[in-house]
């Protein structure tokens, strides 16, 4: 996606050899326009399933998949990064944080998933994998089924694009980074 690779190299900034931080258009400060567009080029890709939900992570992940559910028309459903007081019944799942270097335990209200749903998952970021193993976790132990995976920014040098591939769901990457090399992106361009 021409708008978000733009994005990324101009207002993108390096932590380090791994970690970009794109805080100026997605996950602090969120940039509508292109949100817009990102929720679009998801639906466009996935409007050839019966999704009944688009489901993300809080934080960074609400506003793209927000987008993406205003084109379905379905509910937008964000998984807590903790429990609250006033979840009662929950799936919970335990996941590592690539970016901050931490586990911590992620919670999904058991009234908003069922057996009859058709789930789109939608995240910022793909490093390794794991938040998506605790997504994936609870979306199976609710009998729900998951449609497809849309990853904004998809770091294909890390393991979790492959992962997800082997476990045989559909997966599509707006913008898929090569490597980082001396403080720029290289994008896989390439169809996978």
Do not use: W
Request: negative net charge; proline residues 3%; contains cysteine.
């Amino acid at each position: 996606m021409k708008a978000l690779k733009n994005a990324i190299e101009t207002r993108g900034h390096f932590i380090n050899d791994e970690v970009l931080k794109v805080d100026a258009f997605l996950n602090h400060q969120v940039d509508p326009v292109l949100m817009e567009q990102i929720g679009d080029a998801f639906y466009d890709y996935f409007k050839k399933y019966p999704i009944t939900k688009v489901m993300t992570i809080e934080s960074s992940g609400i506003a793209p998949a927000f987008m993406c559910e205003k084109r379905f028309n379905v509910p937008m459903v964000f998984i807590k990064k903790a429990k609250p007081s006033t979840m009662d019944d929950a799936y919970v799942s335990e996941v590592f944080s690539f970016t901050k270097n931490k586990s911590y335990t992620i919670c999904l209200g058991k009234e908003f998933i069922n057996e009859k749903d058709h789930i789109l998952f939608i995240d910022d970021f793909l490093a390794n994998g794991q938040a998506f193993l605790g997504v994936e976790e609870m979306i199976k132990a609710a009998g729900a089924k998951m449609d497809g995976v849309g990853i904004v920014i998809d770091k294909v040098f890390q393991s979790g694009h492959q992962m997800i591939l082997d476990r045989g769901y559909d997966l599509y990457s707006l913008a898929r980074i090569k490597e980082f090399k001396q403080n720029a992106v290289v994008f896989d361009d390439e169809e996978l």
